[in-house]
């Protein structure tokens, strides 16, 4: 049973930085889809990066500022969201899903059937 764990939200001025880490209680680099949600406040929840095997795609809104990687040490299974040059459309609930299905292709939400609990990022 894949379980994730979501951390290091919080509040930031407009032009900072924050980390966010996804633990994943089983991961595998070279097969598994993950991938990076943000929901705003009042809005559907959008993908923000797709990541497998080292190959990585972000939505147009955060090319340039949001760089996902990937623990070095194997055996802690973390995948981490670096948010710089933060704005306040950033703000919100930001989720770690997984697609244990083959595939990596699309952020459509029913594609991911593995999802963590989310952590806030407020942007002000």
């Known amino acids: 049973h894949v379980q994730l764990v979501e951390s290091g939200g919080g509040s930031v001025q407009t032009g900072g930085s924050l980390r966010l880490s996804c633990a994943a209680s089983?991961?595998?680099?070279?097969?598994?889809?993950l991938a990076w949600f943000h929901q705003f406040p009042g809005k559907e929840r959008e993908g923000v990066v797709l990541?497998?095997?080292?190959?990585?795609?972000?939505a147009d809104s955060v090319k340039g500022r949001f760089t996902v990687s990937h623990s070095q040490d194997t055996a802690k299974n973390t995948v981490y969201l670096q948010m710089n040059s933060l704005k306040p459309e950033d703000t919100g609930m930001y989720y770690c899903a997984m697609r244990t299905s083959m595939g990596c292709y699309s952020f459509g939400t029913e594609h991911f059937n593995v999802w963590g609990q989310g952590t806030q990022v407020t942007v002000s």
């Open positions: 089983v991961y595998t680099y070279s097969s598994n889809c």
């Open positions: 990541t497998r095997a080292g190959s990585s795609f972000y």
